[in-house]
């Protein structure tokens, strides 16, 4: 019997097997065209998922095209691709700008915050990145190689949900010093690869579902 496509553990009401799909279906790189480096307002994204952040540079060339990016854009380093640099833009650098070194997203069919916390995992970035990487430790991974990546999808309503649970418990994780274990349970469980955390998970789902 073929193995239903699906996570250990899910939201009440979602029977539906997720999806293969590749990371373009959903993803469109952004190229508006914004300053040089000397006038641009820039931002960077940290490393190890810890965000997107303004980036202190009050210096830069006039010869560096940067791009404006939108609130609620994925974006990663092509660079740092394998150190899991990815986020997605907060409201507050709305109109800030990259290089294409940090390229950019427009989704639609997907929620951006879905597409970071897959992205964080292990069973993603090592996976798919190192394969692109190749023998060249800094090699970029360019945004066609990332948009021909295989990601698992579920609807855009069991996504919202997803994201809105990770997203109070990663609140309360981060108050509490819990986080990597709960980036492990979320990998393990959500993305389906394991059910070690099913009794563990079941308990923070039930209060997710009281809070949604």
């Excluded at 691709?81 to 833009?89: D, P």
Aim: net charge neutral; charged share 25%.
């Amino acid at each position: 019997m073929e193995k239903r496509k699906v996570p250990a553990v899910r939201f009440k009401g979602f029977e539906d097997d997720w999806e293969q799909r590749k990371v373009g279906d959903f993803l469109t790189e952004s190229r508006v065209r914004g300053n040089t480096g000397l006038d641009a307002k820039k931002l960077t994204v940290k490393l190890w998922g810890k965000g997107v952040v303004e980036k202190n540079d009050f210096g830069g060339s006039e010869h560096t095209q940067y791009f404006a990016r939108r609130k609620g854009q994925f974006i990663y380093s092509k660079l740092d691709f394998l150190n899991s640099a990815f986020g997605v833009i907060p409201e507050k650098l709305d109109s800030y700008e990259s290089t294409a070194d940090l390229p950019a997203f427009d989704l639609d069919g997907m929620n951006p915050y879905f597409m970071f916390f897959t992205a964080i995992q292990e069973s993603f970035y090592l996976k798919h990145g190192s394969i692109a990487d190749g023998s060249r430790k800094a090699k970029r991974i360019h945004a066609d190689t990332f948009l021909n990546m295989p990601v698992m999808v579920p609807t855009i309503d069991e996504q919202n949900l997803i994201v809105e649970c990770l997203q109070h418990f990663d609140h309360l994780i981060t108050l509490h010093q819990r986080k990597s274990k709960w980036i492990q349970m979320f990998s393990e469980i959500f993305l389906g690869n394991s059910v070690s955390w099913e009794i563990a998970l079941q308990k923070e789902l039930k209060v997710c579902q009281a809070v949604s």
